[in-house]
C-alpha cells in the first residue's frame, strides 16, 4: 500500500489524526510498544522500529515526511542534558547533509539527542515532495540549520513557533514547526482563532477555545496545577491557577496528578473556564497538580460557624435551614484520561493502551491533532475547503 507521508517518532497518533482530517494516509514509526497499539487500534498503520537504524529504502517516493523526535533532552521540563549535546546534533545535521550518518562514533550527555537530527537522513535519502517537523520552541535553531540544508536542496522552507491555541486547540502550548516543499511555496498556516484577552471579543474570527467549552464545564470551575519541583517553585512560583474560562496550561505525562477546582488561590494566576488550557506536557513525576473543589461553609446556630469539606465522590453534609449561606469549599478530583485527551484535541473516546503512566505520557507526547493539521495543510498543499472538521 502507498501512503501519503511517513510519520517519524509517530507515538499515538496525533500527526495521523491531523492527516486523517485532510484525507492524507500515512504509515507511522515507532518503537515505544504501548504507543504503537494505540495507534493501531485507532486505524493508523505501525511499524516498531529504531528510527536511526531502520532503512529508509522501502518508503521511496513517499510524498511527505513528518517528524516529531523526541523532545526530553530539549525540553524545560526534563533535565535539559541535550542542551549540552546541542553543538554536536548541529554537527550531525551537517554530516548526515553530507552523506555521513554516523552517530554512535560521537560522545553525548543524553543517548536520545541525535534523534533530532536523524530527519535530514530521511528527507536526503527521500527527498520527499514536502516535510514537516515539530518540537518544543527550544529547538527551533536546529529547524532553522535544517532549513538552510534543506534550501540548498531546493525546498522552500518555513520555520516558526506556532502557538496551538491559535489553531482552536483549548491549551496554549507552543511549538517549533518546520515546514518545506520542493514543489510549492510555504508559510506559516494561518490562524483561525485568537486571543480575546489580548485583542478583544468581535475580532474578526474566532475566540480561542476554552477549557469548559472543550470540556463542557460548568462556569467557575478552576483548573489549578501546581509543580512541586523546587527549581519550579524556585523560578515561578509554588502554583499557577487556571479557570476554565481560558485555554489550558501545556498537558504534560504527569496531567493525571493535575486535579480540578472551583475557586482560586491568593498566590496563583488564574484561567478561567472560558480561556483555552496552557500546554499538556509530558514531564518527571510531581510537576503539576489539577484540582476540582466542592464543600460546604455551615453556619449552625447563633455565631457559630462549622467548616465541612466533602469530595464530590460523597455525600453532602447534613442540609440546614441556612444552606444559602453554604460556600464551595475544598474538595478535589483528578483530571482524567479523556480530558487531558480532549484538551490535546484527541476524540474523547480515543483508544490509548497502557497503564495509567504510559496512556497520559502518550498523550502528553503526541502533536495536537489541531495544530498539525494546519500544518500539514500548508505542506501538503492540502486546500482550506477540503479540511475536515476535527471533531469529526
Known amino acids: 500500500m502507498s501512503y501519503d507521508a511517513i510519520d517519524l517518532y509517530a507515538g499515538a497518533g496525533g500527526w495521523d489524526q491531523a492527516a486523517r482530517q485532510l484525507g492524507l494516509s500515512t504509515v507511522g514509526l515507532e518503537i515505544w510498544h504501548d504507543a504503537c497499539v494505540t495507534a493501531v487500534r485507532a486505524g493508523h498503520p505501525r511499524i516498531r522500529c529504531d528510527i536511526a537504524t531502520y532503512p529508509t529504502a522501502p518508503f521511496a517516493g513517499v510524498p511527505g515526511v513528518i517528524a516529531s523526535p523526541p523532545c526530553q533532552p530539549w525540553s524545560n521540563a526534563g533535565k535539559q542534558l541535550g542542551k549540552l549535546d546541542q553543538p554536536r546534533v548541529h554537527d550531525l545535521v551537517d554530516r548526515m547533509a553530507a552523506g555521513d550518518d554516523r ?58 513557533k506556532l502557538c496551538a491555541a491559535d489553531y482552536g486547540v483549548p491549551q496554549t502550548r507552543v511549538r517549533a514547526v518546520l515546514i518545506a516543499s520542493r514543489v510549492r511555496r510555504v508559510s506559516q498556516p494561518t490562524p483561525t482563532h485568537y486571543d480575546p484577552e489580548r485583542y478583544g471579543y468581535g475580532l474578526f474570527g474566532t475566540p480561542w477555545v476554552t477549557m469548559a467549552e472543550a470540556l463542557g464545564w460548568s462556569g467557575g470551575d478552576v483548573l489549578q496545577s501546581r509543580r512541586d519541583s523546587p527549581k519550579w517553585v524556585a523560578e515561578h512560583g509554588a502554583r499557577e491557577n487556571r479557570t476554565a474560562s481560558s485555554p489550558a496550561p501545556t498537558i504534560t505525562g504527569e496531567a493525571f496528578r493535575w486535579k480540578l477546582s472551583v475557586g482560586a488561590r491568593s498566590n496563583a494566576t488564574v484561567r478561567d473556564l ?119
Open 274 to 392: 472560558d480561556q483555552p488550557a496552557a500546554t499538556i506536557l509530558c514531564s518527571r513525576p510531581g510537576n503539576l497538580l489539577w484540582t476540582l473543589q466542592t464543600g460546604a461553609n455551615t453556619e449552625l446556630g447563633a455565631g457559630r460557624v462549622e467548616r465541612y469539606e466533602r469530595t464530590t465522590d460523597r455525600p453532602a453534609p447534613t442540609v440546614i435551614g441556612n444552606t444559602g449561606r453554604w460556600k464551595v469549599a475544598a474538595g478535589e478530583r483528578p483530571v482524567d484520561l479523556a480530558e487531558a485527551a480532549v484538551l490535546q484535541s484527541f476524540p474523547a473516546d480515543y483508544p490509548w493502551h497502557g497503564n495509567k503512566t504510559s496512556t497520559f505520557q502518550q498523550v502528553g507526547n503526541a502533536v495536537p491533532p489541531g495544530l498539525g493539521a494546519p500544518v500539514l495543510a500548508v505542506a501538503a498543499g492540502v486546500p482550506a475547503a477540503a479540511r475536515m472538521d476535527l471533531a469529526a
Open 103 to 160: 552517530w554512535q562514533d560521537m560522545p553525548w550527555e543524553d543517548d536520545r539527542s541525535h534523534h533530532a537530527a536523524q530527519p535530514t537522513r530521511w528527507v536526503r535519502d527521500l527527498m520527499p515532495e514536502w516535510a514537516a517537523f515539530e518540537q518544543v520552541p527550544e529547538v527551533l535553531p536546529l529547524w532553522e540549520h535544517i532549513g538552510r540544508v534543506l534550501r540548498g536542496w531546493g525546498y522552500d522552507v518555513w520555520t516558526g
